[in-house]
């Protein structure tokens, strides 16, 4: 038994107790209170106190593993008031009997009225210990939903930036290198877009959602990494309007399908890469004109649009859509409405 478990049987005992003096002073009222008679009566208090608080838990026990109170509460709360009130007549009954045949004191004028009493004390007691069990179940599967939800957004999170830092970097490093040699102003320039875009990635994690305007403020500097890299071949259009912006997405999500578009289509003078960002409702849409090229087998997965669609599937009821064409492919993502 561990130090809690004591602490908490200690509490029951010290509760149990003070409820059987209370009982016991209000039962001998109209009869004398001498000492010799009250620790009779005491002694009778706390015996019937502690067969029906801990006989109650061990019945509320056994109809725990017949009903969940995560499941069927209305079901398991029912079961164990039912049960209470049959083990607490019962119960009460043997007492009754028990202590007349042993110490041949007989506790009670009454015994249906005692029994009826009982029932109706056992009932409401267990009603408000049962509303409590409920509560903090409810609140512990709420307070795990939350942790797992944290844990899998940040797990997306380093699945994100795990995917991001090879591919990026390499490529990035590659056209400031050519930079650096024709043109040192604007290989500085780069350089500071870059680091703006690799903070952004860094720190994706700090908010579960971000604004539309500021995802395109951070979108504008990786939008100027691809126009370098690829020149005209490269064009991204954005027609959103003012109300739009100030809804929410979660981080990176346009970024990541600009990166998906780059990823699988042709980016050469004959066919450019023309991405249209437009907004149709309550999405944001993401569409390309498709130029499939030739990936290497590892690069096949479509691992950025799985990590978009996990994240909302925790943040919204409304999905991801994809849908793709032989001419065209386009995403649109829901827009969250943060309260």
């Keep these: 038994m561990n130090k809690q478990s004591i602490i908490k049987w200690g509490k029951e005992l010290l509760l149990i107790f003070f409820l059987s003096v209370v009982m016991a002073y209000l039962m001998g009222l109209n009869e004398s209170q001498e000492w010799r008679y009250m620790w009779k009566r005491f002694a009778i208090t706390f015996v019937i106190w502690l067969v029906m608080w801990y006989g109650n838990a061990f019945i509320s026990h056994l109809t725990d593993k017949v009903y969940s109170w995560l499941e069927q509460p209305g079901k398991r709360f029912i079961l164990g008031i039912i049960a209470a009130a049959i083990y607490s007549g019962l119960a009460m009954l043997v007492l009754i009997w028990l202590f007349k045949v042993t110490t041949g004191i007989s506790i009670t004028n009454n015994v249906p009225m005692t029994i009826y009493l009982t029932v109706i004390l056992s009932v409401l007691v267990l009603s408000v210990l049962l509303a409590k069990h409920f509560l903090l179940s409810w609140r512990g599967l709420a307070l795990k939903e939350v942790q797992m939800k944290n844990e899998v957004l940040t797990s997306n999170f380093e699945m994100l930036k795990n995917q991001v830092n090879p591919h990026f970097m390499f490529n990035s490093l590659n056209t400031l290198t050519s930079l650096i040699y024709q043109n040192q102003d604007l290989a500085a320039k780069y350089v500071g877009q870059l680091s703006k875009v690799y903070r ?63 990823k699988h289509n042709e ?70 409405i943060v309260e």
């Design 267 to 336: 980016i050469t003078e004959e066919r450019p890469l023309l991405i249209n960002m437009y907004q149709e409702g309550e999405m944001i849409c993401v569409k390309n004109i498709k130029a499939a090229k030739q990936v290497l087998p590892g690069d096949k997965s479509s691992v950025g649009l799985q990590n978009i669609k996990a994240r909302y599937k925790m943040l919204s009821d409304v999905a991801v859509e994809v849908i793709e064409s032989e001419q065209e492919f386009i995403v649109k993502l829901p827009l969250l």
């Design 200 to 262: 952004s990635v860094l720190t994706a994690n700090k908010n579960e959602v971000v604004t539309v305007e500021e995802e395109l403020k951070t979108l504008e500097s990786y939008i100027f990494l691809q126009t370098i890299r690829f020149e005209d071949k490269f064009k991204v259009e954005i027609d959103l309007e003012d109300d739009i912006k100030k809804k929410s997405i979660p981080p990176m999500v346009l970024q990541m399908l600009l990166e998906n578009c780059i």
